[in-house]
Nanobody
Framework: QVQLVESGGGLVQSGGSTRLSCAASGFTLAYYAIAWFREAPGKEREFVAAISRGADVTEYADSVKGRFTISKDSTKNMVYLHMNGLKPEDTAVYYC????????????????????WGRGTQVTVSS
């Protein structure tokens, strides 16, 4: 059974840092591109960051570029989102998502491309 479980969210002060984790089970990450999306109250889900199946390509939303870093550890079947310089506008529920792909160096930013989703973890940044 495919399962994704996010963790690491919580309350963080503005300017602070945190790391989100996504534990994958039921399959190996080696065949998947991975992304993080977020959804703030009253807003649509938006792309945050993605890493290719081969981990050689990453892409970030302009709003987080230079502050967030996505990574994966296929040996542990884990995905991470390192978040620095947090701002109140980063407050949202963060979701990890996986896309099964034959392409090793392609990332996608549309949520419709992703096959599996976690249930999300809340990140709240206080001002």
């Amino acid at each position: 059974q495919v399962q994704l479980v996010e963790s690491g969210g919580g309350l963080v002060q503005s300017g602070g840092s945190t790391r989100l984790s996504c534990a994958a089970s039921g399959f190996t990450l080696a065949y998947y591109a991975i992304a993080w999306f977020r959804e703030a109250p009253g807003k649509e889900r938006e792309f945050v960051a993605a890493i290719s199946r081969g981990a050689d390509v990453t892409e970030y939303a302009d709003s987080v570029k230079g502050r967030f870093t996505i990574s994966k550890d296929s040996t542990k079947n884990m995905v991470y989102l390192h978040m620095n310089g947090l701002k109140p506008e980063d407050t949202a529920v963060y979701y990890c998502a996986l896309e099964y792909t034959i392409y090793t160096s392609i990332v996608r930013t549309s949520s419709s491309e992703y096959d599996y989703w976690g249930r999300g973890t809340q990140v709240t940044v206080s001002s």
